[in-house]
């Protein structure tokens, strides 16, 4: 059963990068998309961008400059990075897989992780 | 990009009740509709794929039906632990985006 993990600082300054990891285990991180996804406190999800193993990667045009994804296959782990937070950017952030051959269904996500903005 | 519009935002019905929840897309989306519930506290979990296909390991009282534009998820026989937030999400194009949720109380 794959498992995935986000890890990272909870807590980032005003105008710094805020960067994540999220580790896949029990499965390839090749042949599928991985996803990250953000939800602010009591509100909704939404969907910061996703990237495959052999480079393709699509961005939500709303966070697009500023957002940067990246893999090392060597370490079954995908990145995210964030730079020029603002307190808008404090949300839980998942990883997800998205399993494109069945219906590009989001299967699996990781437990979250809480990243506040603030001095 | 495509918005996801979910009625109703919130819904309180009693354990037995059949509830429905619909998703409407701004624009055809096919059969790529997805449906997750979400627990306080947890990640959300598949529990639909393209429309009507149920995730293995979800009881069979979830069901998804719907296409191009119209969709809904039906519970039948609302139990307790079906108290959650759900959200549809269509998978057609990049953006991926996701209804605004329905809180389900009992």
């Known amino acids: 059963q794959v498992q995935l993990q986000e890890s990272g600082p909870g807590l980032v300054q005003p105008s710094e990068t805020l960067s994540l990891t999220c580790t896949v285990s029990?499965?390839?991180?090749?042949?599928?998309?991985w996803t990250w996804i953000r939800q602010p406190a009591g509100k909704g999800l939404e969907w910061i961008g996703r990237?495959?193993?052999?480079?393709?990667?699509d961005y939500n045009p709303s966070l697009k400059r500023r957002v940067t994804m990246s893999v090392d296959t060597s370490k079954n782990q995908f990145s995210l990075k964030v730079s020029s937070v603002t307190a808008a950017d404090t949300a839980v952030y998942y990883c997800a897989r998205e399993d494109i051959d069945v219906g590009r269904r989001l299967d699996q996500w990781g437990q979250g992780t809480q990243v506040t903005v603030s001095s | 990009d495509i918005q996801m519009t979910q009625s109703p935002s919130s819904l309180s019905a009693s354990v037995g009740d059949r509830v429905t929840i619909t998703c409407r897309a701004s624009?055809?989306?096919?059969?790529?509709l997805n449906w997750y519930q979400q627990k306080p506290g947890k990640a959300p979990k598949l529990l639909i794929y393209?429309?009507?296909n149920l995730q293995s390991g979800v009881p069979s009282r979830f069901s998804g039906s719907g296409s191009g534009t119209d969709f809904t998820l039906t519970i039948t026989s609302l139990q307790p632990e079906d108290v959650a937030t759900y959200y549809c999400?269509?998978?057609?194009?990049?953006?991926?985006?996701f209804g605004q949720g329905t809180m389900l109380e009992i």
């Open positions: 999400q269509q998978s057609y194009s990049t953006p991926r985006t």
């Open positions: 990237f495959s193993a052999i480079g393709s990667t």
């Open positions: 624009q055809s989306i096919s059969n790529y």
């Open positions: 029990g499965g390839s991180i090749n042949n599928y998309y």
């Open positions: 393209v429309a009507s």
